[in-house]
């Protein structure tokens, strides 16, 4: 009798790839809304991975934020880093509407982790990161669109699996 185990273990570089998906993604969303600038993309993108590489990450979303502050379409996606895929799928189907009074925002969702560092700690990370990052309104329960699977991003065992809100 034989018995095989295989286990993945993943790396920083894993992380790194898993987000160039999230970044292609949000990247196409912006070109889509007409939102956000390649400039404004890639530091998100960079205080994500931030977040992601600290392991301080749950779920970040990319949400399309109405006049009156409502959100009308949203991607969550969610780290999954106790996975099992070795490869996920590719970026994409990102149909977006270009809404006038609209914006595109990233809204991150902290980890335990992050809730178990000090204020100095939060704040080391805070540093490393470009942009100025605040509290939101916007409610991320999305309990008024429809919910829907969408693709699930890996890298050797890191995980980002994507549900889409519309």
Same mark, same amino acid.
């Given at each position: 009798?034989h018995?095989?185990t ?26 889509r ?8 993309v ?32 949203? /991607?969550?996606? +969610? #780290?999954?880093?106790?996975? $099992?895929? =070795? ?24 980890s ?21 990052? /605040?509290?939101? +309104? #916007?409610?991320?329960?999305? $309990?008024? =669109? ?8 890996a ?12």
């Open positions: 009798m018995t095989t295989q286990t993945a273990t993943y790396t920083v570089v894993d992380i790194r790839k898993t987000f160039s998906n999230f970044q292609a993604d949000l990247s196409m969303i912006a070109r809304t007409g939102k956000m600038t390649p400039d404004k890639d530091k998100f993108h960079h205080d994500v991975l931030v977040l992601a590489e600290g392991r301080y990450l749950r779920h970040v979303d990319i949400t399309l934020v109405g006049a009156l502050g409502t959100a009308i379409q949203a /991607s969550r996606y +969610t #780290v999954n880093a106790d996975g $099992s895929a =070795l490869t996920g799928d590719r970026p994409g189907s990102n149909d977006w509407p270009d809404i006038a009074g609209s914006e595109l925002t990233v809204i991150v969702h902290y335990e982790n992050w809730w178990g560092l000090d204020a100095s700690q939060k704040q080391a990370v805070h540093n490393r990161q470009l942009l100025s990052w /605040s509290t939101t +309104t #916007v409610d991320t329960s999305y $309990s008024h =669109l429809q919910q829907s699977t969408a693709q699930g991003y890298n050797k065992g890191y995980e980002l699996n994507k549900v889409n809100f519309k």
